[in-house]
């Protein structure tokens, strides 16, 4: 953006002004998701959109609990700034903040004005423009599960788990599950924000929660997955509760996954048609649809390190989980890792359900389309789809059950890996090795109560 762009600035603080807002949000995602941000007092939003905030580039390399991994343009480089510059077609009031406006922004290298290369967002626009090309508009419709926690010294970690409510009470709302109304007070601020919520109910285990995003084009459906998981921790923290996307926080409980409902508008001649859906074709898809199918597969184990991110989303996985754990794909199916829902016509698409929460959306939905992409390009079928049991290793080969196994096979998918960017890859391998190393050295308590003892 340049300085003469910045009288366009005007009309919308303005529009901010006049609805009491003095203080812009500006945030974006980092390499694992996790919302960054700076306050931006209207006065200096032009400023902001002329020149960009500055922020160090480690803030990308930086981990859960504040080190900074050495990757490359990091540490070794004199850690040097990125510019974020608020992307202002995303303005919107924040419900339960009042005077304050949330706005994403778009990170770049401030020496050349081009995208950060570890920016989600941007990896996201890179891999959509290549669909584009190819006549094919991604539509994702995104679910996400989280676990609410309360305070309470006495447990683990200082948290305990939300309305210790009994067994059963999955597809369920109201005080039943949720005695203090956590979840309907939370649709209603998101609903506010913009971000097109459409429905929520309690999960299979205590505390726990789904919600679910009406269905668009990809980006809008990652901003809207993003602000989402920031705007249930902030309202959590609000109150004194802690909701947390991990996969799988408890030893006994089930993990929380981010299914993604994925299909395809034709960008040509008749635009907007459901690419997915063919009454004539096999199991009613369309051709671009199978061979989608085929691409997600063949790409499955290096699609598990970008969707199931972390040491912990391996414990996600395992039979009769509702999580899958082989690469396989199924009609109706939700023991199969891609899971084909019985609408046609317009509602012809694919269900993912690889991914867990904790997945960085903007980085989750690239992966998954560029895998759609590659298969969609080399037009190869689908094996045939899974009968029955999902959990049978006889009948597919198992998903990674590490990550570094993931991470391994992401590095070897040369295919995927030139889709996403080799210096994105690069960055995203080295740090999240790094986790993999940190975690190996940690003794768990699990160590500690296994051979303490008797050893």
């Not at 290369?117 to 679910?143: H, I, K, N, Q, Y």
């Not at 359900?353 to 959306?361: C, F, I």
Request: hydrophobic letters at 40%.
């Amino acid at each position: 953006m340049s300085a003469q762009d910045t009288p366009d600035v005007r009309p919308h603080m303005e529009r901010l002004a006049a609805d009491g807002i003095d203080v812009v949000r500006v945030t974006y995602p980092d390499l694992i998701g996790t919302d960054r941000a700076r306050d931006v007092l209207l006065d200096h939003l032009p400023a902001a959109c002329d020149h960009g905030l500055a922020f160090c580039r480690a803030v990308y390399h930086t981990t859960p609990r504040g080190g900074v991994v050495p990757v490359t343009g990091g540490l070794e480089a004199g850690l040097p700034d990125i510019c974020v510059r608020p992307d202002l077609g995303t303005l919107h009031a924040l419900p339960w903040e009042p005077g304050v406006a949330w706005c994403l922004g778009d990170t770049l290298d401030p020496a050349t004005g081009s995208p950060s290369p570890e920016s989600p967002r941007d990896l996201l626009r890179s891999v959509l423009a290549r669909c584009t090309e190819a006549g094919l508009r991604p539509v994702v419709g995104p679910e996400l599960e989280y676990f609410l926690l309360d305070q309470d010294p006495g447990s683990p970690g200082g948290w305990r788990r939300y309305a210790q409510a009994e067994a059963g009470v999955v597809y369920t709302a109201g005080l039943r599950a949720d005695a203090d109304n956590h979840l309907l007070r939370t649709l209603r601020h998101l609903r506010d924000l913009g971000i097109r919520v459409v429905t929520g109910n309690h999960e299979f285990d205590a505390g726990q929660f789904e919600i679910n995003l009406a269905h668009s084009h990809a980006m809008d459906a990652a901003d809207r997955a993003f602000l989402l998981k920031a705007a249930v921790k902030e309202l959590a923290r609000k109150e004194g509760k802690l909701a947390t996307f991990m996969a799988k926080p408890f030893n006994d409980a089930g993990g929380s996954g981010f299914h993604l409902h994925f299909s395809g508008e034709s960008t040509e001649g008749d635009a907007g048609r459901n690419v997915f859906d063919d009454p004539a074709g096999a199991f009613g898809l369309s051709d671009t649809g199978r061979h989608a199918i085929a691409g997600i597969l063949a790409h499955a184990p290096a699609l598990a390190a970008l969707l199931n991110p972390t040491v912990n989303s391996y414990k996600r996985f395992g039979p009769d989980t509702l999580a899958p754990w082989l690469i396989d794909w199924g009609l109706d199916n939700r023991s199969a890792m891609v899971r084909v829902p019985p609408e046609r016509g317009s509602g012809a698409r694919l269900e993912v359900r690889l991914g867990d929460a904790s997945a960085n959306p903007y980085l989750a939905i690239a992966a998954l389309c560029a895998a759609v992409l590659i298969g969609v390009r080399e037009g190869k079928e689908p094996p045939a789809p899974l009968e029955g049991y999902g959990y049978d290793t006889e009948k597919s080969r198992m998903l990674p059950t590490t990550l570094s196994a993931a991470l391994d096979a992401l590095e070897a998918d040369e295919a995927l890996t030139a889709a996403l960017g080799k210096d994105f890859a690069e960055s995203f391998l080295t740090y999240k090795r790094d986790e993999v190393a940190r975690f190996n050295r940690h003794v768990t308590d699990w160590e500690f109560a296994e051979y303490s003892s008797h050893l």
